[in-house]
């Protein structure tokens, strides 16, 4: 399978997410009409709790309660977002999920790169092999390691660091996978050209392999992204310095310091959920085609 | 990339010239390689030998042998009851959300152009953090919360949904669904648009009903991307921890206490690391062992001839 037939659409394309068009056209029946008000009411409640969310959060803290099930306050409170910034060093956790974030996705794309490109290239003994028992990680749940992590970053006194944030988890074999699955459907003969010119290897991989393979590479770079921003039990195991906390576990800080001050809560969730709710509308395609690969599986 | 996902490994060819690149192979697999032992081969082994010491957080590590593991197995009730809890989450956490999954994509694949929103509006939870997402669902299920005012609108008196101990353990699965569905909705929908509608068509044709046509030929068709839904799945729920951890504490009693959450409390909460890992030990046994099972009846099952 080639790129350019993929990009046809010629085969069923994972990526895309429109339905193929029915084979023939037929007319409305009331039944469709019906569908479609039930799915708009469906996707309403399930987003509810987002909306709930952001709803508290403009709430002043004796109306979160009192007011029931109303959805919006008597008064909109902005001041649940000072509130919230202030009382957890918030700008500094942000910045800290950021940096994670960005350098976690950067340094798993590159070492996925790496391998993925000797794994479907090179020729080496026990290839196959290798690549099968560096698989078996994407089934290997991650919280088995946790405890020995925690030792190891002890020994190194990389408690409450945020290298200990992001290096241990950048080596798990989904990018590396999904790269190599993509390398394989491309031809070698670009290769075979780019070396019979005389380019080296690291040369064809800069130039050559690296234009071709920037889609899988989005793809890597964002579910790491979202892995970093999302991880919960690791930051809270490692870190216990506030200053030095991810969203997650910033979150969870304030909320286990001011458990039922649900105004500033809701808006530290809220500020936490848009940059997830932005990567979701804005790289959709990225994400669909990771899924299906096993992106968020075992890591 | 695969057309359907498939946890079927393709191999990669034989180059034509077969001249071995050994020591290059091995300065680009030098970072990766190197991070996979580091972090997660040696992890791994080290887990199973603290896990036969007695080892605070600080402090000397004292060697018991097997102790930490004849405890866990005849001297801690708590841990089969964290097993019971975990299992009994699993099973139905997997069982509803493929059922569910199921039907909404297939739902989702009869509304033509509309579906692709509705997709992407499904796997927002799955994407947004779960921290976040835990502690909106704790404040709507809080006994004055906005679920049980709902409730009192029609005159009914809600239940205290998280602090009951026949309904906390329900309320963590309904949140866990909300979270993830997402996914195998993703997956299967992919799969759904992978159904040639000619096929279909052909059997409408020889006279299949809906129902025939659902089960004789979308879900063989669609076998690949169920496996790949169940296992993944599987694995997911074994590893619940921030549910319990930020809805119930694993309360009340231990009604929602699960592995994760009790690796957890003894390694950071007990200073008891070598017990904890052998709790990690036992939930890497069971997961592997149950991932072996799925991929040994692989071939029975799931139907890879497109």
């Known amino acids: 399978m080639t790129t350019e037939t993929m990009a046809k659409g010629a085969t069923p394309n994972i990526g895309t997410l429109k339905s193929q068009p029915p084979a023939r056209r037929r007319k409305k029946r009331p039944g469709t009409y019906i569908s479609r008000a039930a799915i708009i009411l469906a996707g309403l409640i399930f987003f509810f709790p987002f909306l709930w969310m952001v709803a508290t959060s403009l709430k002043p803290t004796s109306e979160v309660f ?12 902005w001041s649940n977002y000072v509130t919230a910034w202030t009382a957890i060093p918030f700008a500094q956790v942000i910045a800290n999920s950021f940096l994670v974030s960005i350098a976690g996705a950067a340094l798993t794309t590159v070492v996925s790169l790496l391998s993925a490109y000797a794994f479907a290239r090179l020729q080496f003994k026990h290839r196959d092999k290798l690549f099968l028992v560096f698989l078996g990680t994407l089934v290997l749940p991650q919280e088995v390691l946790v405890i020995p992590l925690y030792i190891m970053m002890n020994k190194l006194d990389q408690v409450n660091s945020l290298p200990a944030l992001i290096v241990p988890f950048a080596f798990g074999a989904f990018g590396a996978f999904l790269i190599r699955q993509f390398l394989l459907s491309l031809p070698v003969e670009f290769e075979e050209a780019a070396r019979i010119d005389g380019a080296g290897s690291l040369r064809i991989l800069w130039s050559v392999i690296l234009p071709l393979v920037r889609a899988p590479l989005a793809v890597v770079a964002v579910f790491s992204f979202i892995d970093y921003w999302s991880s919960f039990l690791w930051p809270l195991i490692v870190i216990n310095d506030v200053s030095r906390a991810t969203i997650p576990l910033g979150l969870s800080m304030f909320s286990g ?11 530290a969730a809220t ?18 085609k990771g899924v299906s690969m096993g992106g968020f599986g075992g890591r | 990339m695969t057309a359907i996902p498939t946890l079927a490994v393709k191999n990669a060819k034989k180059p034509a010239r077969v001249t071995g690149h050994g020591k290059l192979a091995a300065v680009y697999l030098a970072p990766g390689m190197l991070g996979f032992l580091i972090f997660i081969v040696v992890p791994l082994i080290a887990s199973l030998v603290i896990s036969l010491f007695d080892w605070p957080l600080f402090g000397t590590p004292k060697f018991v042998g097997l102790e930490n593991y004849t405890r866990m197995l005849a001297g801690d009730p708590v841990f089969w009851t964290v097993l019971g809890n975990t299992l009994f989450f699993a099973v139905c956490y997997t069982v509803l959300n493929l059922v569910l999954a199921l039907g909404v994509s297939t739902w989702l694949h009869s509304l033509g152009s509309w579906g692709p929103f509705f997709r992407v509006l499904f796997f927002i ?35 205290s949904w998280l602090s009951n101990s026949q309904l906390a353990m329900g309320s963590l699965i309904a949140m866990s669904l909300w979270q993830g569905i997402g996914y195998n909705i993703i997956v299967l929908g992919a799969g759904l648009n992978g159904i040639s509608p000619n096929l279909l068509e052909a059997a409408r044709i020889d006279g299949a009903g809906a129902w025939q046509r659902f089960f004789r030929v979308v879900l063989p068709m669609l076998s690949p991307s169920l496996f790949f839904c169940t296992v993944m799945t599987i694995i997911g729920a074994f590893k619940v921890f921030t549910q319990p951890y930020l809805l119930t504490l694993g309360g009340p009693g231990e009604s929602t206490n699960t592995i994760v959450l009790y690796l957890y409390r003894n390694g950071f909460s007990f200073d008891k690391l070598g017990y904890a890992s052998a709790l990690a030990w036992a939930l890497f046994v069971i997961v592997m062992l149950i991932t072996a099972l799925q991929f040994s009846q692989q071939k029975r099952l799931v139907n890879y001839d497109n």
């Not at chain 1, 009192?66 to 008597?74: I, K």
């Not at chain 1, 932005?278 to 994400?287: A, D, K, T």
């Open chain 2, 125 to 159: 939870p799955v994407v947004t953090p779960m921290v976040a997402n835990a502690l909106v669902w704790r404040l709507m299920l809080t006994d004055d919360g906005v679920v049980n005012s709902f409730l009192a609108n029609f005159g009914i008196h809600g239940p």
């Open chain 1, 257 to 267: 310091e001011r458990g039922t001050d649900w105004g500033p809560l809701m808006a």
């Open chain 1, 271 to 288: 500020v936490a959920v848009i940059p997830s709710l932005l990567v979701v509308i804005l790289l959709q395609r990225q994400l669909v």
């Open chain 1, 66 to 77: 009192s007011t029931g099930s109303n959805f919006l306050a008597s008064r909109v409170e």
